[in-house]
């Protein structure tokens, strides 16, 4: 049997983005996000966080460092009875880190390594499932890996034409897209 899911990425949709959060007192939810994903899994979706972390190839934090706050970041989602299915992250970056960090890969986004990762280990049917991003890498990593529905969420920001266009839906935050297909029937 298939699943669906809904693919999050962490900074600018399930937190504000205050960038290289890292610690504790740093990860601030948007609003809405817990009752979001509340109702995303009444619905039968899986809740798969995907984040590119560069900061831990840049050497501002470290795997630990990340595995506690997502420990963290997933007992707050349990606390209002949602449960993260699967966390990934890529801690690489092509220029921009240190070794054994600095090297071209197929997770980091806009690559769809860790969407197809989490789309094997979930058995999820990728076009019935949707990514929520705030950025263009986002959802070109959803169109590789086949993500039926792709939402841009503002979070504040502004995008050019060509990426509001890359996306099926631009919607203000994660909570806004409730509104919106498929969540709507």
Known sequence: MTH???FLDRDGVINQDHAYVHKI??????EGVFEACYQFQAMGYKLIV???QSGIGRGYYDEAQ???????????????????DGVYFCPHHPHKAQPPYQR?????KPNPGMLLEAIEAHNIDPRQSVMVGDKGSDIQ????A?????????SGQTFSEQVRDSADYVCGSLYQALDLPPFIS
């Open 4 to 6: 669906k899911a809904v």
């Open 25 to 30: 007192e740093d990860f601030e939810f948007i």
């Open 50 to 52: 995907v984040t590119n």
């Open 66 to 84: 990340f595995a506690q706050l997502t420990d963290w970041m997933c007992q707050q989602f349990q606390a209002h009875g949602v449960t993260i």
């Open 104 to 108: 071209e890969c197929t997770c980091r």
């Open 141 to 144: 990593a959803a169109l590789a």
């Open 146 to 154: 086949g993500v039926g529905t792709k939402i841009l969420v503002e």
